[in-house]
């Protein structure tokens, strides 16, 4: 498991799945050990990229206002 960025308390974290001729990579989030539920648009990022950390942060908005809410 790879943690690339932080932002109020949610953690952006991959996890590489190695194949013989290719590399996918599968998107988390995690508040402190919990993972945490994200938009169907998190999940959907490229398995060949890492977002941004601007990506993340428009991610995490969205979970904030749907908890909020």
Known sequence: MHIHFEHNGYTYQTWDDVEP???K???E?????????M???FYNHS???LMTYDEFV????TVEVFVQG
Request: with cysteine; charged share 25%.
């Open 58 to 61: 428009k991610h995490i908005q």
């Open 47 to 49: 398995p060949y990229s």
């Open 29 to 37: 989030c995690y508040q402190g050990t919990r993972r945490i539920k």
């Open 21 to 23: 001729d290719n590399i």
């Open 25 to 27: 990579t599968f998107h």
């Open 39 to 41: 938009p169907v648009d």
